[in-house]
C-alpha cells in the first residue's frame, strides 16, 4: 500500500502565504514525478505542476510568471512541497498532488492524495 498525505493548506486573505506538503509513505521503490493539481468549486481539476526526480520542474500556464508559486521536493523524505505566496481569490480550489511510484516487482503507478483545501477571500 501506498498512501500520499497532503497539509498545509487553510484559510488567508489575498496576498498571504501557504506551504502545502504531500508526503508519500507505505512500500516505495521509487518515486519518479510528483505533481500538484487543484479543483475550484464548478471546475475541472487542472495541473499546478510538476517536478520529475531530478528536479525538472513544469508549471502550468495558468501559473507561469507567477514567481509567487514554487514547487520542490525532498527525495529522502519522499515529499513534495507547494510554495504559495501572494494568494489571489482565483486560487481557491482544492489541492491535490500525485506520485508516480514504483513499487517491488510492480510498474509504475500514479497515486493520489485526498486533496488539501485553499481558501483566499477577505
Known amino acids: 500500500q501506498v498512501q500520499l498525505v497532503e497539509s498545509g493548506g487553510g484559510s488567508v486573505q489575498p496576498g498571504g502565504s501557504l506551504r502545502l506538503s504531500c508526503a508519500a509513505s507505505?512500500?516505495?521503490?521509487?518515486?519518479?514525478?510528483m505533481g500538484w493539481h487543484r479543483q475550484a468549486p464548478g471546475k475541472e481539476r487542472e495541473l499546478v505542476a510538476t517536478i520529475s526526480r531530478g528536479g525538472s520542474i513544469n508549471y502550468a500556464d495558468s501559473v507561469k510568471g507567477r514567481f509567487t508559486i514554487t514547487i520542490s521536493r525532498d527525495n529522502a523524505k519522499n515529499t513534495v512541497y507547494l510554495q504559495m505566496n501572494s494568494l489571489k481569490p482565483e486560487d481557491t480550489a482544492v489541492y491535490y498532488c500525485?506520485?508516480?511510484?514504483?513499487?517491488?516487482?510492480?510498474?509504475?503507478?500514479?497515486?493520489w492524495g485526498q486533496g488539501t483545501q485553499v481558501t483566499v477571500s477577505s
Open positions: 507505505g512500500s516505495i521503490s521509487r518515486i519518479d514525478a
Open positions: 500525485n506520485a508516480y511510484v514504483f513499487r517491488a516487482g510492480e510498474p509504475k503507478y500514479d497515486y
